[in-house]
C-alpha cells in the first residue's frame, strides 16, 4: 500500500512556527513534484507549495517569504516550515506527490491531511 502519512499540525498562537512533514511509504520507485494545499472551513483547496525533485521552488503569494518547502529524496519526505503564522493560515493541510511505482506506474498520492489551527 503507498500512501502519504502527514504530521506536525496543530494550535499556535498567531506570529508562531509550525512545521509539517509528509512521508511517502510503500512500494515507490521515484517521487517527481511534491507539494502542499490547504482547505479552510467553507473555502476550496488551494495550492501552498511545490517542489521539484531537484529542488526547485514554488509558493503561493499569500504565504510566500513566510513558508518554506524542502524535501529529502532519501527519505521520500517534504516538509513545510511556516513561519509568521497568521489567523488565515487557519487550514487543514494536505500533501500531494507525484510518483512513479516500480513498474512505471504514475501515482498522484494525497495524504490525509493535518489540520493546522493559529490563534489571535
Known amino acids: 500500500q503507498v500512501q502519504l502519512v502527514e504530521s506536525g499540525g496543530g494550535l499556535v498562537q498567531a506570529g508562531g512556527s509550525l512545521r509539517l512533514s509528509c512521508a511517502a511509504s510503500?512500494?515507490?520507485?521515484?517521487?517527481?513534484?511534491m507539494r502542499w494545499y490547504r482547505q479552510a472551513p467553507w473555502n476550496q483547496r488551494e495550492f501552498v507549495a511545490l517542489?521539484?525533485?531537484?529542488?526547485?521552488?514554488n509558493y503561493a503569494t499569500s504565504v510566500k517569504g513566510r513558508f518554506t518547502i524542502s524535501r529529502d529524496n532519501a527519505k521520500n519526505t517534504v516538509y513545510l516550515q511556516m513561519n509568521s503564522l497568521k489567523a488565515e493560515d487557519t487550514a487543514v493541510y494536505y500533501c500531494?506527490?507525484?510518483?512513479?511505482?516500480?513498474?512505471?506506474?504514475?501515482?498522484?498520492?494525497w495524504g490525509q491531511g493535518t489540520l493546522v489551527t493559529i490563534s489571535s
Open positions: 500531494n506527490a507525484a510518483a512513479v511505482n516500480p513498474t512505471g506506474r504514475n501515482l498522484d498520492l
Open positions: 517542489i521539484s525533485r531537484g529542488g526547485s521552488t
Open positions: 510503500g512500494s515507490i520507485y521515484s517521487i517527481n513534484n
